[in-house]
C-alpha cells in the first residue's frame, strides 16, 4: 500500500486508466491468466495490480473469478486472443466483453521490454508488479527464447511457448491498448 499511499488512496481508483489482458488456457500446465493493469496518476507508468490464473476450471468458473475481482465492471476493456472465439463467446454469455488483441509478438514484447527500461531522461521504469501477484513476478523471471548454436538466447524469433501465460495476457493489454486506435464519438446536429 506504500505505493498507493503516495496518491493518496489505498488501492488503485476506479478513475485511474485500466487495461486487462486474458490468456486463454485448458490443458495442464497452460493456465487460464486473467491480469489487471492499471495506469499511474500523471502517466507514471503501468502497475500490474491483479492476477487472477487457474488451471483446468470451466469458463463459468473462470467468469465467477473475473466477475470477483476488484473494480469489476461490465465496460472493462478486455484484450484477449483471438485464437479463443468459442471461450470469448462463452464468457459473453456471462456479460465479460472482449476486444480482440494485437498479437503481433515481437513488437508487443519490445512494448513491454521498454516500459520496464523506462524512458529518457530518467530511465524509471513504466511497468510495475504489485508484491500480491506471485504468479505474474514469478513468470517473468522465467520467461525465456530459444537457445542458439552459440548458446546465446535467440531473441529474433518468438519465445518459448512455456511461462508465458500471464505475460501474453500483460503483453495483449498493453500493446493492444496502443495499436489499436481509440473510438472518437461526433455529436452531429
Avoid at 513504466?126 to 522465467?142: A, D, P, R
Avoid at 472518437?184 to 446536429?189: K, L, N
Wanted: charged share 30%.
Amino acid at each position: 500500500s506504500k505505493l498507493f499511499g503516495m496518491f493518496g488512496v489505498p488501492y488503485p481508483s476506479m478513475e485511474w486508466r485500466r487495461t486487462h489482458g486474458i490468456d486463454f488456457g485448458a490443458s495442464p500446465g497452460h493456465p487460464f491468466a486473467y491480469i489487471k493493469l492499471c495506469q499511474l496518476p500523471g502517466g507514471r507508468g503501468w502497475l500490474i495490480y491483479h492476477e487472477y490464473v487457474a488451471d483446468q476450471k470451466l469458463m463459468n468458473d473462470h467468469a465467477r473469478s473475473i466477475k470477483a475481482t476488484p473494480h469489476w465492471t461490465p465496460s472493462d476493456h478486455n484484450y484477449a486472443d483471438t485464437a479463443g472465439k468459442q471461450e470469448r463467446m462463452e464468457l459473453k454469455k456471462r456479460g465479460i466483453r472482449t476486444r480482440d488483441a494485437v498479437k503481433d509478438v515481437k513488437m508487443g514484447v519490445d512494448h513491454v521490454k521498454s516500459l520496464l527500461k523506462g524512458f529518457p531522461p530518467t530511465l524509471e521504469p513504466m511497468l510495475y508488479v504489485w508484491h500480491t501477484c506471485e504468479f505474474v513476478i514469478k513468470e517473468f523471471g522465467l520467461y525465456s527464447w530459444p537457445t542458439r548454436p552459440d548458446g546465446k538466447p535467440d531473441k529474433t524469433g518468438i519465445p518459448k511457448k512455456e511461462h508465458d501465460h500471464s505475460m501474453d495476457g500483460i503483453r495483449y493489454a498493453l500493446y493492444s491498448l496502443i495499436s489499436k486506435p481509440r473510438r472518437r464519438y461526433r455529436a452531429r446536429r
